[in-house]
């Protein structure tokens, strides 16, 4: 089983910047059995969506259209962290962000296994 813990969510106004911070906790074996983790997000009354993407091995990374050149999503292996940080954050950025991570690859919700409980975000404009 692996466990996943958001920090970093709060407020800010438009313009400004957040990073948040997702945790892994569980044996090794689990974690990185993982392919790797990723970033959605919700609204009320929105399906969760897609945010960014990175893998525990290699360089691969990915984002949504709404978040590129604004977003970096980076990892830290030893710390078993991933990391989303969110510049030129703009109202409709706001939402509760979800950290997931799959063990099959893939960035689709149906790609993960499992979920962290989420952190919100509000940005004011």
Avoid at 72 to 94: A, F, H
Avoid at 110 to 122: F, N
Wanted: aromatic content about 10%; charged content about 20%; hydrophobic content about 35%.
């Amino acid at each position: 089983q692996v466990q996943l813990a958001e920090s970093g969510g709060g407020s800010v106004q438009a313009g400004g910047s957040l990073r948040l911070s997702c945790a892994a906790s569980g044996t090794t074996f689990s974690v990185f059995s993982t392919n790797g983790m990723g970033w959605f997000r919700q609204t009320p009354g929105k399906e969760r969506e897609f945010v960014a993407h990175i893998t525990w091995i290699g360089v691969s990374t990915a984002y949504a259209d709404s978040v590129k050149g604004r977003f970096t999503i980076s990892r830290d292996n030893p710390k078993r962290t991933v990391y989303l940080q969110m510049n030129n954050l703009k109202p409709e950025d706001t939402a509760v962000y979800y950290c997931a991570a799959g063990r099959r690859g893939g960035v689709t919700i149906a790609d993960m296994d499992y979920w962290g409980k989420g952190t919100l975000v509000t940005v004011s404009s």
